[in-house]
């Protein structure tokens, strides 16, 4: 068990130092959830004003509502693109060279999807600065703000899971950036995370029920404008922790398939 934790470990500093080294990629990933605070966020901020509408978003600032989708919707975004290292590492050959090094098998999938969740903690910290910055308060307080950066990662870890279930089979970058463009962009917007399912039309609103997104959504909207209301907070994570262990077990088994081939 050590040994497998302590490999982990190896192969996610291998991944976080790849990750500060592209100095582009970072500013990059961090500017694009700004943008969508900054200019969507004040763009809509007067739907609230109406009374109706403030009824239903659950508050009177619509960025408020917004931030919480925005984080999520970041680490989404975060995970999804960890197989592309995988891809990577096998055509460059360094994906053979760490199976045939005195390594545990599961500590490379595991290794690689506790990267990408560190990944999705540090930007999801970073909207969360400038959220404040923009005017956002959080009912919950630090403690909230903490467990928000968690949930985040948790979330972040289930996607990069999948990615690497994906990449396992599928052979080049382009094909696997063609599956996460078609797959991110429809989660995205059959979810909560920017608009409330009580105002989506009926069959919209069924769907966002059973999207993950939603699950990870809620409780960080309820840490944001509600607090700490723990019967709408449990729910999630229970779920959401569900999902990080069916993930984790397939992607070990789909990666232990495809090397013992």
């Known amino acids: 068990m050590m040994g497998l ?8 500093k291998r991944e976080l130092i790849k990750y500060f080294r592209q100095k582009t990629r970072i500013i990059l990933t961090m500017i694009q959830p700004v943008i969508w605070l900054a200019l969507m966020g004040n763009t809509m901020s007067k739907i609230t004003n109406n009374p109706f509408a403030s009824q239903l978003f659950g508050t009177g600032n619509y960025l408020s509502f917004m931030t919480p989708g925005i984080v999520i919707m970041t680490s989404l975004f975060s995970g999804i693109f960890a197989g592309t290292s995988i891809i990577w590492d096998r055509r460059i050959g360094y994906l053979d060279k760490l199976l045939a090094a005195p390594i ?40 909230g703000v903490l467990l928000i950066i ?3 990662m948790l979330f972040s870890f289930i996607f990069s899971g999948i990615s690497l279930i994906l990449s396992s089979t599928i052979k080049t970058i382009e094909t696997l950036t063609a599956i996460i463009n078609f797959m991110t962009l429809p989660l995205m917007f059959s979810s909560t995370a920017l608009f409330p399912s009580k105002a989506m039309p009926d069959w919209l609103s069924v769907i966002a029920k059973i999207n993950p997104l939603s699950y990870a959504v809620d409780p960080i909207r ?23 262990l069916i993930v984790a077990f397939l992607s070990y088994y789909v990666f232990k398939r495809l090397t013992s081939d």
């Open 5 to 12: 934790v302590l490999d982990t470990f190896t192969i996610c």
């Open 104 to 143: 545990k098998r599961a500590s490379i999938p595991f290794g690689k999807t506790l990267s990408a969740s560190i990944q999705g903690a540090l930007q999801s910290a970073i909207i969360l600065f400038f959220a404040y910055i923009l005017g956002v308060r959080f009912a919950s307080g630090f403690l």
């Open 150 to 152: 968690l949930i985040s």
């Open 222 to 244: 309820t840490l944001t404008i509600k607090g700490w209301e723990f019967s709408s907070i449990l729910p999630g994570v229970i779920i959401i922790l569900i999902f990080d």
